[in-house]
């Protein structure tokens, strides 16, 4: 079973969890690949060079200048800083950002209604480059950052629970057995935002349709559930939100989709 | 002929002479390999950030501070611009610092004389790696940050010209011809520094020892032909210093050392 495990940029700045994370991590069995955000870092890189960060629905607006700070930020000190400590733990990672290999190839954004700028979503993964790395016993470490699908040789700052969810649908497809883990601040997905004991178990199609009418799931777990059942009508077997310090639990204590 | 490229942080921030740099390299036949520096826009970055650049003889004192920097900016926006540029070239180029799949170890320098703090020099090239990359027909684009050779997961900031002469001379010991090109600022090694048509065509050992008891060569060349010695003592065939701008001339316009 391939897993692929995306943490957010909440974890990695955080010494503590981020050692335990990868500790973790370092101890799956199989192959594995680990996609990163790290938009914390960059907000507060971005603030201490004088930038304004602009966001709309959790997302960010990205023009030239601020594609060059998430670049250096999420490819540059976040990717390498977890790749040498998983090398420190054994894993022999490699970090990739999109432009690497062509690994990940992306469609930019429409203007309309909003216009994100420099933003894609990927279209796009080099799935024979991830083959050959997973039988060299590599570990992908990916960034959310890819290249345009145009030919154009643009970077797009990309959302890192897309990236996530693209890498497991491609591989899916292409019939290897996939899980994906969406690593987050919560145990899992709560029934009741103030009650953190609520996780709920598993969600389907039907349970999900009925918490989003209920009104019990919202805002930005719905973009993050949607990349998850996308993923699963790619064949991926299933796809588990849950906390970064869980992991190892079975179905990682969290929530499972399928 | 294996050619392994080196261009300083002079050029990738100029935008003339990066692409045209680029698209030169992209017609080189045959196995390439590009080595970047980065330290002019690292200082850059420093001084927004508010940082105070130190140097001791052309080599930067790293701190952790200085350390995040330089992962972000060479690792980060200047490796993966290039990497995405030789993409649109039709190159297929992978980004890669030393840590990246244990690509190149490094030991950490003595505090004595000078600490310069997080700082290495390279002891280990993984050749299988760059082998596979190569049959893959991959371009690996290194960047100077290199992973401890202790196994302490610690990232050092290395100097870009000896990153390229361990490339060199470890694919030469493994029994494959190459040549290594330094780029910089002249149109190769001169012989009057206010004179810049006084290129000395090709220096060997010992005219290199008469050109440096003479005082004709001195300061920030003196490492830079050390490194390049250094090379050919490992069985590299060839290097060359010469302008960024005429790598496609016979013998790259420059001073060819043997």
Same mark, same amino acid.
């Given at each position: ?53 602009? *966001? ?114 491609? *591989? ?87």
């Amino acid at each position: 079973m391939l897993k692929i495990v995306k943490i957010g940029g909440n974890i990695v700045e955080d010494p503590g969890k981020i050692d335990k994370f990868l500790s973790d991590f370092a101890s799956l069995k199989g192959d594995k690949i680990l996609v990163h955000g790290g938009g914390v870092v960059a907000t507060d890189m971005l603030k201490k060079l004088g930038y304004e960060p602009k *966001m709309h629905l959790g997302r960010r607006i990205t023009n030239p200048a601020t594609l060059r700070v998430v670049t250096s930020v999420y490819a540059g000190v976040i990717n390498k800083s977890i790749v040498a400590k998983l090398q420190k733990l054994g894993v022999n990672a490699i970090g990739l950002s999109g432009a690497d290999g062509g690994f990940i190839l992306s469609k930019r954004r429409s203007t309309v209604p909003i216009n994100y700028g420099l933003v894609g979503d990927p279209t796009y993964v080099d799935t024979t480059l991830t083959r050959i790395l997973l039988d060299l016993k590599m570990t992908i470490v990916a960034a959310p950052i890819t290249l345009e699908n145009t030919g154009s040789g643009q970077l797009l700052n990309t959302n890192a629970d897309t990236v996530a969810s693209a890498i497991a649908g491609a *591989m899916a497809e292409m019939g290897v057995e996939t899980e994906l883990i969406y690593c987050f601040e919560e145990r899992g997905v709560l029934l009741d935002m103030g009650d953190e004991d609520s996780v709920i178990p598993s969600i389907n199609r039907n349970s999900y349709a009925s918490l989003k009418d209920s009104g019990a799931i919202f805002g930005g777990m719905l973009p993050k559930l949607d990349n998850a059942f996308k993923a699963i009508d790619k064949g991926v077997a299933r796809v588990v939100i849950c906390s970064a310090g869980s992991i190892l639990e079975p179905g990682c204590g969290g929530t499972t989709l399928q």
